[in-house]
Each structure stands twice: as C-alpha cells, then as structure tokens.
C-alpha cells in the first residue's frame, strides 16, 4: 500500500514538473500581422516596414531565423534574446521590379515559441513604370 502511495505522488510530482516547464516558454505576438502598402510605384524603388514582436512568456524570445515566400522581399530582425514582456523588429523590405500588379508575401519567423514559424505577412499593388519614349 505504502508503494502505490510513493507511485502516485510520484506522478502527481512528474504531472507538476511538466506542467511548470510548460507555462515557462516564450510566446510571440504581433499587434498587426499584415501591412498592406497600398498602390507603390514601381520606379520608386524598394519599400519597407518595420512589425513590432512581443514576448507574452515567461522565458526569453529568440527568433532563430526568418525566411520569406519570395526572393523579391527581404526580412531583418533582432537577432539578441527578446526578453519577457519586452519587444523586438521585424524589417521587411519588398523589391517591386519587374512584380507589377497585385503582390502577396509571407514571412515566417522560426524560433523557442514558434513550433511551425509565426507568419507576417505584406501585400499592395505594384504600377509598372511608365516607358521612356525616344
């Protein structure tokens, strides 16, 4: 009898342990998630914008890399642990040559709190540069 007790707060002892290293992870968040850029010139040149990310966990975020849906966008972001409660940046870059009409792009960002990446994502319109006539 005195065995099956030890078995049992035993479990309740693993039950816990695992509970607590679970409520103890990084959570990422992003109060916008899509940035539409609107109707861009395409001899404008490249454009950017800057997501702002949130560690909502109790343990530091780290972003371990960032990859994009295309080669005509590139991502930067803060590469030092994010700690609990306090924000990183995400800087996507979008390259309209060539791309005109309607674009949509994802990013997907890998790290502690992201078991299949946290995506981003952009989208507007690209008017191709008029001709120059001779």
């Not at 590469?79 to 306090?86: A, D, T, Y």
């Not at 319109?125 to 001779?134: D, G, H, I, L, P």
Request: hydrophobic share 35%; net charge positive; glycine share 8%.
């Amino acid at each position: 009898m005195k065995n099956w007790y030890r078995i049992c707060f035993l479990c309740a002892l693993m039950c816990l342990s695992a509970g607590s290293a679970f409520a103890q992870k990084a959570l990422i968040s992003c109060e916008k998630s899509i940035h539409n850029f609107g109707t861009i010139q395409e001899a404008d040149g490249k454009v950017s914008h800057t997501f702002v990310v949130k560690n909502e966990g109790t343990t530091p975020l780290v972003i371990a890399n960032v990859t994009a849906s295309c080669g005509c966008t590139t991502p930067e972001w803060t590469k030092e642990p994010i700690p609990s409660g306090q924000t990183g940046e995400v800087k996507v870059t979008f390259d309209p040559k060539n791309r005109p009409g309607n674009f949509m792009k994802t990013i997907r960002l890998y790290g502690n709190a992201m078991q299949n990446g946290f995506v981003l994502t952009i989208r507007g319109k690209v008017e191709k540069a008029e001709e120059v006539q001779e």
